[in-house]
């Protein structure tokens, strides 16, 4: 098993549109490969005002891999990415990769 963390920061005071974003970008990835790959966003709570998370799991580095790829091929996933690109700090966005033990 592997998770892949993606943290990106909010530079939108427009909370109700920033959260119809995520769940639409959420949703889509989630929906992409539910057999194999899980897909859930997070925000904090406290601490920094408007951290997004997003944890990707997978059964394999392969199966992540695969999937990460064959997203940007989506006419979908890019219209979702365009439509959020002002709503987060240009630069911030990270990704991270956990591995089970």
């Given at each position: 098993m592997v998770r892949m963390v993606r943290k990106a920061q909010v530079d939108s005071s427009d909370v109700a549109r920033v959260r119809q974003?995520?769940?639409?970008?959420?949703?889509?990835?989630?929906?992409?490969?539910?057999?194999?790959?899980?897909?859930t966003s997070w925000m904090e709570a406290y601490g920094a005002y408007g951290r997004v998370y997003w944890m990707i799991d997978a059964p394999s580095l392969a199966a992540l891999d695969e999937f990460l790829e064959r997203l940007p091929t989506k006419d979908g996933y890019?219209?979702?990415?365009?439509?959020?690109?002002?709503?987060?700090?240009?630069?911030?966005?990270?990704?991270?990769?956990?591995k089970e033990v």
């Open positions: 974003w995520i769940e639409r970008y959420t949703g889509y990835m989630a929906a992409a490969d539910p057999e194999r790959v899980t897909v890019r219209e979702i990415l365009k439509a959020g690109s002002e709503l987060f700090v240009s630069g911030q966005t990270s990704d991270q990769l956990l």
